[in-house]
């Protein structure tokens, strides 16, 4: 008995035994249990069995000295068993955290949709004009859409077949329609600038939205855009329109393009006219054909009347052009769905 080491000896060797030791797979966590704290063969267990040894007045210090060991064998075996269990619950989720992020596929560089090209290179050409840009609702009153624009009660453009009527036309209701075109935007301007003391000269475009109720084929379609063009002041002629388009054709198509004017008719101009570019197509028999831009005339009298602007003293032009037929041009695209059918193969190529 006196050549084993003392009990606080062998309780210092166990310490260090347990602090060195390495429970890093559920083997080792299972051999330090066995070693230490097993009930029947644990070492600590073993220990207690020798507190008699000890000589009374020592006994309760080692007693907790004791308790102490066990309770640092029994944290180090739960913290061991923790981290264990966590490795395995990560593994049984097969979440592999060296993995690189998910990431969409790489990203194509967007592009502007060709009817906004089209429509930017209008804008940006008349702005060198000297127009500004002016904007109305897409939602409209009679007043604007028709009666202002000196359209009689019974034209066949407020017939419910034409129109997208949100109201019924007056005198039932208010007529509130989806803008048939871009002109109620002419009356908007022209009543705000007299509202405002200003008055004219004006000289606005107006880019947008308008509806119209047709049957979806490949030349139309029930929505399609439209740019306004309005100038009022004094001693403006049929000639500064001319003078002006043609200037405009030349910078939109480059060179010199083949275009004519047809006479015809508007309720809110006069004189009318439409206006033809030769569109080159070598499939079409003579190489090609005319396609209508825009229409165009004077603006009636009876439209400066109505928003207030003395048609003795001022006179003006207006014109609607159709944006889709501009761009049919500029990229030889002939079927008016493909601009909304968001395909990719169609877009990407813009
Ligand atoms: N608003 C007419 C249309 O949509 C076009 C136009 C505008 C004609 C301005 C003359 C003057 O057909």
């Known amino acids: 008995m006196s050549d084993s080491p003392s009990l606080p000896a062998q309780i210092d060797a166990l310490r260090a035994e347990i602090d060195a030791a390495t429970l890093t797979t559920p083997e080792e966590a299972e051999a330090f249990r066995v070693r230490f704290l097993g009930r029947k063969a644990g070492a600590i267990t073993a220990l207690f069995g020798q507190i008699g040894t000890v000589p009374p007045e020592a006994r309760r210090e080692t007693g907790q000295a004791l308790n102490a060991l066990r309770q640092s064998a029994e944290a180090r075996l739960q913290d061991a068993e923790r981290a264990l269990a966590q490795t395995a619950s990560a593994e049984a989720t097969d979440l592999d955290l060296t993995l690189p992020g998910r990431v969409p596929a790489p990203t194509e560089p967007g592009s502007l949709h060709p009817l906004t ?50 109201e019924e036309p007056p005198p039932a ?126 603006v009636d009298p009876n ?15 207006a014109f609607g052009m159709g944006v889709e037929r501009m761009a049919q041009i500029r990229y030889d695209v002939d079927d008016i769905r493909l601009y909304y059918e968001n395909d990719l193969r169609f877009l990407s190529q813009f």
């Open 303 to 317: 439209v400066l009347s109505a928003v207030g602007i003395d048609p003795e003293r001022y006179t003006g032009y």
């Open 173 to 298: 209701g208010r007529g509130v329609v989806l803008r048939t075109h871009t002109s109620p935007v002419q009356v908007r301007v022209m009543e705000e600038a007299v509202k405002s003391g200003g008055g004219p000269p004006i000289r606005v475009i107006a880019p947008g939205r308008v509806f119209r109720n047709e049957a979806v084929s490949f030349k139309s379609y029930f929505m399609f855009h439209q740019v306004e063009g309005l100038v009022i002041d004094e001693g403006v002629s049929f000639a500064d329109l001319k003078a002006v388009l043609f200037a405009f054709a030349r910078a939109f198509f480059g060179g010199e393009p083949k275009m004519r004017f047809r006479p015809s008719f508007f309720p809110f101009t006069e004189p009318s006219a439409e206006v033809d570019v030769w569109w080159e197509d070598a499939n079409l028999p003579g190489g090609g054909r005319w396609l209508e831009i825009l229409g165009c005339g004077m």
């Open 117 to 166: 090209q089209t429509l930017e290179a209008i804008q940006d050409i008349f702005a060198q004009f000297g127009f500004t840009v002016a904007r109305g609702p897409e939602i409209e009153d009679d007043w604007h859409n028709f009666t202002a624009l000196n359209f009689p009660a019974n034209h066949p453009a407020r017939d419910m077949q034409d129109t997208f009527f949100l």
